[in-house]
C-alpha cells in the first residue's frame, strides 16, 4: 500500500471515484477523499492542492496498470486451464462418447434390420402360400388342358388311320380281281412245273451220283499229292545221304559205317534239318539214336530230355534213368551215362526250354553244364546261368546229386523222388523237377507232383506243357 492509500484511509470516510475505460471494459475505482491542509498563504496552498492531485493521479494509474496486468495474466491464466481442459475432456472422453454413438447408431441399425428381416420372411411366407395356391389351381387346369389335347390328337390319328383303311380297302376290292386272274395263270403254269420238277429230280440224282464220284477222285487225287511229297521228301534225304555217303567213302575208303560224336558233328557233315539221327559213344562202344536241333544261329543241339503229351512214364528207376528210355522222336530221356560221356570229352552249354498251362514260353540258358560220374551219383553242374534260371535270387536247379525212388542221394530227411515222382537232381526237393507227373490241360494246376519250373511267385506249383533238355559244345 502506498503513502497516499495510508493517507487516504487515515483522512476519513468520505471517497471519491475514479472511472477508465481500456478497451471495451471500463473500471471503476472508489478513494478515500484527502483533506487538504489549511494554507498559510493562498498561493502556496494552490501549488500544493495541485501537486497532490497530480501525485495521487500518477500512483491511482500506476495501481490501475498493475491490477490490469494481474487480471490479464489470471485471464490468460483461465484461459489456458480452460484449453487444457478443453484437450482433456477431447483425448479422455472423446473415444467414449464416439464408441457411445456408434453403439447407439449399431443399436438402432440392428433394430432396423431386425424388424426389416422378420418383414421379409413373414412377405416371403405369404408370397409361398401364394404361389402354392396359384400352383393348386394351375395344377388341375393343366392337366385337363394336356388330357384334351392328347384326346384330340388321339381323335386325329384315328380318322386318319381310318380314311386309310378304306383306302386300302378299295384298293384291294380292285386287286382282288387281278389275283383271281393270277391265281389261275399260277395254277396252269404249277401243274406245267410240276411236270418239269419230276424231270429235274431224276437229273439231279445223276448228278449226285457224278459229283461224289468226282468226290472220290479228289480224294485219291489229295493221297496221290501227299505220297509224292512224302516220296519226294524221301528222295531228297537219299539223296542227301547218299552223297554224304559218298564223301564219307571218298575221305576213308575203308570206313564201313558213319560215326558222329554227337549232333554237331552231324551238322557239320552236311545234315541241316531237324531230325532223328545216330551218335557213336566210343566209350560205351554203342552206337545211340538222337534228336538233334538244328540252330540257324549256328550249333546243333542234342536232346537229353523231351515232354510233350505224357505217353512216356517217367517215374522209373535208376537203371532206367541211367541207360535212358522213350522214343527221340518223342518223349524220352536220352541216359545219364550217355550225358557223362559226352560231357567229358568235351565242353558243353545246356538250354532248357518251357511253356506252361497258358501257352507262355520261357527258357533257361547255362554256358557250362556237366555230369559226374556214377560214382558220384550222376551230380550236375552248371555254370553262368541266364534266363529263368533264378527265383528272387535262388537258383532253381541247383549243382545235386541225382535221385530215383530206388536210389535217394537229395538234401532231404525224406524220399523227394517218392513225393515229387520222377528221377531228377533234387536238393530238398526244391524248385524244379521236369521228370514229374505230366498232367493234361485243365489238371495241372496245383500239382507239386507235376513238370515243375519254379519261375514264378504267382501259381509256381502248377505243371508245364511242355519242356525240352538239350546241349550243344560250348563254342570258344
Known amino acids: 500500500m502506498t503513502a497516499a492509500q495510508k493517507k487516504g484511509q487515515q483522512a476519513g470516510s468520505s471517497m471519491v471515484a475514479y472511472q477508465f475505460k481500456r478497451g471495451q471494459c471500463s473500471y471503476t475505482f472508489r478513494v478515500p477523499h484527502l483533506q487538504c491542509c489549511s494554507p498559510k498563504s493562498t498561493t502556496l496552498g494552490a ?5 497532490q492531485e497530480d501525485s495521487f493521479m500518477m500512483q491511482m ?3 490501475f496498470d498493475r491490477q490490469t496486468e494481474k487480471l490479464e495474466n489470471a485471464l490468460r491464466n483461465s484461459t489456458q486451464r480452460l484449453e487444457q481442459l478443453k484437450e482433456y475432456i477431447r483425448t479422455t472422453l472423446g473415444s467414449e462418447l464416439q464408441q457411445a454413438q456408434k453403439n447407439i447408431v449399431q443399436n438402432h441399425t440392428t433394430s432396423i434390420l431386425q424388424l426389416g428381416t422378420s418383414l421379409l420372411k413373414e412377405i416371403k411366407a405369404q408370397t409361398l402360400k401364394l404361389m402354392d395356391t396359384q400352383a393348386q389351381v394351375r395344377n388341375p387346369m393343366s392337366h385337363t388342358e394336356h388330357r384334351v389335347l392328347e384326346a384330340l390328337q388321339t381323335t386325329d390319328k384315328l380318322e386318319k388311320q381310318l380314311e386309310e383303311q378304306r383306302v386300302r380297302l378299295k384298293q384291294l376290292h380292285s386287286s382282288n380281281s387281278d389275283l383271281e386272274t393270277r391265281l389261275h395263270t399260277l395254277e396252269t403254269d404249277q401243274e406245267a412245273q410240276l411236270v418239269e420238277l419230276d424231270d429235274m429230280r431224276q437229273l439231279r440224282e445223276e448228278l449226285g451220283q457224278q459229283l461224289e464220284s468226282l468226290s472220290h477222285i479228289s480224294q485219291d487225287l489229295k493221297a496221290l499229292n501227299s505220297s509224292r511229297s512224302i516220296l519226294y521228301q524221301q528222295q531228297e534225304q537219299l539223296k542227301q545221304s547218299l552223297q554224304l555217303l559218298k564223301r564219307l567213302i571218298e575221305q576213308s575208303p575203308d570206313a564201313n559205317v558213319l560215326k558222329f560224336q554227337d549232333c554237331e558233328a552231324v551238322r557239320r557233315f552236311g545234315f541241316h534239318n531237324d531230325g532223328v539221327y545216330t551218335i557213336f559213344l566210343p ?8 534228336f538233334c536241333v538244328m540252330d540257324p544261329s549256328g550249333g546243333a543241339w542234342t536232346v537229353i530230355q523231351h515232354r510233350e503229351n505224357g505217353k512216356v512214364n517217367f517215374d522209373r528207376n535208376w537203371e532206367d534213368y541211367k541207360q535212358g528210355f522213350g522214343d527221340p522222336a518223342g518223349e524220352h530221356w536220352l541216359g545219364n551215362e550217355a550225358v557223362y560221356q559226352l560231357t567229358s570229352s568235351t565242353n558243353y552249354s545246356l538250354r532248357v526250354e518251357m511253356e506252361d498251362g497258358d501257352g507262355s514260353k520261357f527258357y533257361a540258358n547255362f554256358e557250362h553244364f556237366k555230369l559226374y560220374s556214377e560214382k558220384q551219383y550222376y551230380r550236375i553242374f552248371l555254370d553262368k546261368d541266364s534266363g529263368v534260371s533264378s527265383r528272387n535270387g535262388l537258383l532253381i536247379l541247383k549243382n545235386n546229386k541225382f535221385s530215383t525212388r530206388d536210389a535217394d542221394h537229395d538234401n532231404c530227411g525224406c524220399n523227394c523222388s517218392e513225393i515229387m515222382s520222377g528221377g531228377w537232381w533234387f536238393d530238398a ?3 524244379s523237377n521236369l521228370n514229374g507227373i505230366y498232367y493234361q490241360a485243365g489238371q495241372h494246376r496245383r500239382k507239386i507232383d ?4 519254379d519261375h514264378a511267385s504267382s501259381d509256381s506249383v502248377s505243371s508245364l506243357r511242355t ?4 546241349m550243344r559244345p560250348l563254342h570258344n
Open 47 to 51: 501549488s500544493n492542492s495541485t501537486q
Open 450 to 453: 507235376g513238370i515243375r519250373w
Open 283 to 290: 566209350f560205351l562202344k554203342q552206337f545211340k539214336r538222337v
Open 467 to 470: 519242356s525240352r533238355m538239350m
Open 429 to 431: 526237393c526244391g524248385m
Open 61 to 63: 494509474r500506476l495501481l
